[in-house]
């Protein structure tokens, strides 16, 4: 079945170094990813999402790249801030299918100074 | 501008008392709804989504059951809640073609 595999559940940083955070999927058809980031007590905000055209979404410092032949959609920052704690969830939805919109299992990130 | 309201905020219901959570949303025609549910310190589980008035499909029921009475009015419900039932309640919409899900700020349910 349709799926998303985040394989770090956390995350521990120092302030500066560089965020990797892993997202697999595994879908029938053509997905878009994305990216949620959920502070502590409030919802899960948009980050990323996937283009259909290759270039790479950006927002706040974070990047990520769909890499068709990998599935994966790996979400990437040079340089973690102290703010950047959070939990991240990777997600897919068809493009144009159903309206089942599927969350990995989430990573929470966090930023030490 | 759209908007999405849930309702309440936060609830502390007894064991086998019923439930209702409510999800508004305004300013989008036919959106896709769903709900979501995460346990506290959990992921985020969707439940029922709906694509169009009267119509919901389950996902995870979790002994809960979902209904959309208005174009823009999704609710959540139980007539018999467990202490399983506690956590975190997440109305969402995206417009149909599968784009961008946007989330409400939720309830947060203590079942006692």
């Known amino acids: 079945g349709d799926s998303v595999t985040q394989t770090e559940g956390l995350v521990t940083l120092t302030e500066g170094l560089p965020v990797m955070l892993n997202c697999t999927y595994q879908?029938?058809?053509?997905?878009?990813l994305f990216w949620y980031v959920q502070h502590l007590n409030e919802a899960p905000k948009l980050l990323l999402k996937?283009?259909?055209?290759?270039k790479r979404p950006e927002h706040q410092g974070f990047h990520a790249t769909l890499h068709k032949s990998s599935s994966s959609f790996h979400l990437q920052k040079s340089s973690a801030q102290l703010s950047d704690s959070a939990l991240y969830y990777c997600?897919?939805?068809?493009?144009?299918?159903?309206?089942?919109?599927?969350f990995g299992e989430g990573t929470k990130l966090t930023v030490s100074s | 501008a759209q908007t999405i309201h849930q309702w309440p905020v936060a609830e502390i219901k007894a064991v086998g008392s019923p439930l209702s959570l409510g999800c508004t949303i305004k300013?989008?025609?036919?959106?896709?709804l769903y709900w979501y549910w995460q346990a506290t310190g959990g992921t985020l589980q969707q439940l029922f989504y709906?694509?169009?008035?009267?119509?919901v499909e389950s996902v995870v029921q979790l002994n809960l059951s979902a209904s959309r009475p208005k174009d823009d009015q999704f609710i959540l419900s139980t007539e018999k809640l467990l202490l399983s039932h506690s956590g975190f309640y997440l109305c969402?919409?995206?417009?149909?073609?599968?784009?961008?899900?946007?989330f409400g700020k939720g309830t947060r349910l203590t079942v006692v």
């Open positions: 969402a919409w995206s417009l149909q073609g599968n784009t961008e899900v946007f």
């Open positions: 879908s029938t058809y053509s997905p878009f």
């Open positions: 996937s283009f259909t055209d290759n």
């Open positions: 997600a897919l939805i068809y493009q144009g299918g159903s309206a089942k919109l599927i």
């Open positions: 300013g989008k025609s036919s959106p896709n």
């Open positions: 709906s694509i169009t008035v009267g119509q």
